[in-house]
């Protein structure tokens, strides 16, 4: 292998680490918010909590589709690159 | 070897039958279950609507003829209490008739006893006079000897009795 | 373990789900028809939810409702109410549409699960379709509403300056959505086959000691785990996404679709 390819995969590699430990941050702060809001929610209105907890899920999936981009782009840069 | 595709790419074949398999099924959904659920819960909701109107119907009606009977049935049981007062005024009526009838009876029977005792009683009278009359002729004539004509005699003894009779 | 030189990267190194899509297929018509395992899979999805309608649609009674019949309402429904909470009861006609999209989703997803068939949304192209089908929908009703001149004028609102903004919000909407089912799925299919290959080591790792041959390939820690790791990445994943790209196709269609007061026609 060249050095220049070689080069290449290895910052890609780093790129993909970065990508998805920064990326993950966000979401994981945001979903720690959206989760002990709706506890919070739920603890204050227990009668709601079905409908709390099936709206939690949809922002949770909604919060975490940042995630997968990140997820995406690392995949990206490790297999298609 | 298999070909592969990269892991993210564009196919715009993969697209087409994506979105061909997507109108597909929506369609066939549409066809096989949405339209003849909805057409049977329609039916049925239409079918429970009718029940219901039918019944409300049917109580009304029922209502109505719980009214009519209750209103029979009191007005039965007024002619059955007229029916019996009249009955009763009737027979009051009739009883009191037949106990006059029989009053009246009774006493005609007592006036026609009477006339009859009295009728007795006055023929028996005659028939006593009569025998009297030729019992004293024979006691007359016995008693005088001298034979006069029967006929004065006995013009003589009807006098004699007659004036009796008048004292008696 | 590395890729050949188109990319790609070999089965047998890493097991399907690292690379794209098996090609099957060219059908040498119109430059090439590609027919990849994701078309196989969604033709067997779209196959299984043909069946599983057909046969729960049989026998609909008025009066007696079978049990089948009974899951069958119930299932129609919760979708009736959800997009009649959603999207008003003037859309409900989309109800078929957005179930036909659901199922599509959870079946295409949950066929994964086989490890014989790729999952058909664990290929971008996919989810695309799907993306640019909402998007096309909203911008049609749009435009039918409101006519060409005001949809393009509704760009260039609150002011001009914010005219590439809004371009840009309404081209990443597609994207984001079919990139978000894409890359939970074959985020998913990715962990499940490095959990694959890391059990694999493992078990070899442990079993190198004996020597015979047949019993150290034996795959010890292959067989249960990854079954729990498939129940998050298939089965609740694939839920709740294919809920989110419903859920958004009727925000946005419905959005785009407000009820109108003095029509009573509704396509």
């Given amino acids: 292998m060249e050095m220049a390819d070689a080069i290449v995969k290895a910052a890609c590699a780093l790129g993909a680490g970065l990508s998805m430990g920064l990326g993950a941050i966000g979401p994981g702060i945001g979903e720690g918010n959206v989760v002990g809001k709706a506890l919070e929610g739920m603890a204050r209105q227990p009668e709601m909590s079905g409908t709390l907890r099936s709206t939690m899920i949809l922002g949770v999936a909604m919060c975490e589709s940042t995630g997968i981009y990140s997820l995406v782009i690392a995949l990206l840069l490790l297999f298609v690159f | 070897m298999p070909e592969y595709q990269p892991f993210v790419t564009i196919d715009v074949w993969t697209m087409i039958f994506a979105w061909g398999n997507l109108i597909i099924l929506f369609l066939f959904l549409k066809k096989i279950l949405f339209v003849p659920l909805k057409n049977i819960i329609d039916q049925r909701q239409k079918q429970i609507k009718d029940m219901y109107d039918e019944a409300r119907t049917d109580k009304d009606a029922a209502a109505a003829m719980r009214v009519e009977y209750e209103q029979k049935l009191a007005d039965a049981s007024a002619k059955g209490e007229e029916i019996i007062r009249s009955a009763t005024a009737r027979a009051h009526k009739q009883e009191e008739e037949i106990i006059r009838e029989a009053n009246e009876t009774a006493a005609k029977n007592l006036r026609r006893a009477d006339e009859q005792i009295e009728m007795e009683k006055k023929k028996a009278l005659n028939q006593l006079k009569d025998e009297v009359s030729s019992m004293a002729v024979d006691i007359a004539s016995a008693v005088i000897e001298k034979n006069l004509s029967e006929e004065d005699n006995r013009e003589m003894i009807d006098r004699f009795i007659g004036q009796l009779g008048d004292e008696g | ?267």
Avoid: C
């Fill in chain 3, 1 to 267: 373990m590395s890729p050949d030189s188109d990319g790609t990267w070999e089965r047998g190194e890493f097991q399907n789900g690292m690379n794209g899509p098996k090609i099957l297929w060219t059908i040498p018509v119109f430059g090439g028809v590609t027919i990849t395992e994701t078309t196989l899979t969604s033709w067997i999805a779209m196959a299984i939810i043909m069946i599983a309608a057909w046969f729960l649609s049989r026998n609909l009674s008025v009066d007696k409702p079978s049990k089948r019949q009974i899951v069958l309402e119930k299932i129609i429904g919760m979708l009736y109410g959800m997009v009649e909470g959603t999207m008003g009861k003037h859309n409900l006609h989309f109800a078929p549409y957005i179930g036909a999209l659901f199922a599509s989703s959870i079946v295409g997803t949950l066929l994964g699960m086989t490890n014989i068939l790729r999952p058909a949304t664990a290929d971008l192209n996919t989810t695309l379709a799907w993306a640019l089908a909402t998007t096309a929908l909203t911008w049609f009703f749009s435009i039918k509403n409101s006519g060409f001149l005001a949809w393009l004028k509704s760009f260039a609102e609150p002011v001009a300056v914010m005219t590439p903004m809004n371009i840009i919000s309404e081209i990443a909407n597609p994207i984001s959505m079919s990139f978000r089912h894409f890359g939970n799925i074959a985020g998913g299919l990715v962990m499940t086959t490095l959990l694959y290959q890391a059990l694999a080591a493992l078990s070899a790792f442990v079993l190198q000691w004996i020597p015979v041959k047949l019993i150290n390939t034996i795959p010890i820690f292959q067989l249960g785990i990854p079954a729990f790791l498939s129940i998050y990445f298939d089965l609740f994943s694939g839920f709740v996404q294919a809920l989110v790209i419903s859920m958004l196709t009727m925000v946005y269609v419905g959005g785009a679709n407000p009820p109108k007061e003095e029509s009573a026609e509704n396509t």
